[in-house]
């Protein structure tokens, strides 16, 4: 039987890092990774540069349909599902009234159902040692006004992980929210009002390719939450204990001063 990895929003940023160190061999010996987006010719790509045999499945994970796919690959093949890393997702920053209704919804098909859905799907085919990612976010733990859908989505990621993991651990099976800071990724592109990103990014920048590795090292132990950075470790405890008008308050006074404003 092979031990595969699936990757969704493996065309670019943190999911193709972690095809890029699932394939160098950070997630333990892997028959097959299979990578899921929108981006076929992006998916090719990786699937050239990737020594490990790479499967493609060129996805729209907001469509019902793209799952019945993924789940009739899983019961044609009968893999072991080793990995799950749902990093599929992204953010629209402005006030909520700004950010168009369809984007709204999108965020919360992708950053929300499709974690549901994908672990649905892959869960039937783990096993004791088997490990899921999510790819939340610190605004998981912060709540995030001018990011306020997405920031809800990623808290949701964050619960769901947790809970999930305490209802696995039993069977040997862990699963691991991440939450970085921002990232020059494609996250960024196209993200909407461009004073909030730029308040916002005053907190700075993680690299990929270190959250990646903590986010593995983090999931091989059997974490449920992984924080990426040493201040927003300490900014994420302190908003557990203020209550929330504070913390976003203080944010905001924050992102203000950071920004020069
Ligand atoms: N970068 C940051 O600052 C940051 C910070 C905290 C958390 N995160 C989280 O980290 C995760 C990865 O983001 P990233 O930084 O790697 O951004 P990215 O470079 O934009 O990657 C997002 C991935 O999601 C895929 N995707 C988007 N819409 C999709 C859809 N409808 N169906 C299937 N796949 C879709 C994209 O591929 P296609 O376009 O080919 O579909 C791409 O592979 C996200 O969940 C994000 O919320 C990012």
Redesign the pocket.
């Known amino acids: 039987m092979a031990n595969i990895a699936v990757v969704?929003?493996?065309?670019?940023?943190?999911?193709?890092?972690f095809v890029r160190q699932f394939d160098r061999g950070a997630g333990g010996p892997l028959d097959q990774i299979w990578v899921?987006?929108?981006?076929a010719e992006?998916?090719e790509v990786i699937a050239e540069q990737t020594a490990t045999p790479v499967r493609v499945f060129?996805?729209?994970?907001?469509?019902r349909s793209?799952y019945e796919c993924l789940h009739d690959a899983l019961e044609e093949e009968a893999p072991t599902v080793q990995w799950l890393v749902?990093?599929?997702?992204?953010?629209k920053f402005g006030d909520f009234g700004q950010i168009s209704e369809e984007d709204e919804g999108?965020m919360v098909?992708?950053?929300c159902l499709?974690v549901v859905e994908a672990t649905y799907h892959c869960l039937p085919h783990m096993v004791a040692g088997s490990r899921v990612v999510n790819?939340?976010?610190?605004?998981g733990l912060i709540p995030q006004p001018g990011l306020s859908t997405?920031s809800a989505?990623?808290r949701f990621?964050v619960d769901l992980s947790r809970t999930l993991d305490y209802e696995l651990g039993p069977v040997g099976i862990h699963v691991c929210a991440?939450?970085?800071?921002?990232?020059?990724?494609?996250?960024?592109?196209n993200p909407g009002d461009a004073r909030e990103v730029r308040r916002m990014t005053t907190i700075g920048?993680?690299k990929?390719a270190d959250v990646v590795r903590k986010a593995l090292h983090a999931a091989v132990l059997g974490r449920s939450t992984c924080v990426t950075s040493p201040d927003m470790m300490a900014a994420s405890v302190v908003a557990k204990v203020l209550p929330a008008s504070w913390v976003m308050r203080a944010q905001d006074l924050f992102f203000t001063a950071r920004a020069g404003e």
């Open positions: 969704t929003g493996a065309s670019s940023g943190v999911g193709r890092e899921i987006a929108r981006n992006a998916l060129a996805l729209d994970l907001t469509k793209s749902n990093s599929a997702g992204f953010g999108n098909r992708l950053n499709a790819m939340a976010s610190i605004a997405y989505t990623k990621v991440v939450c970085p800071k921002f990232m020059e990724t494609g996250f960024l592109a920048y993680e990929p």
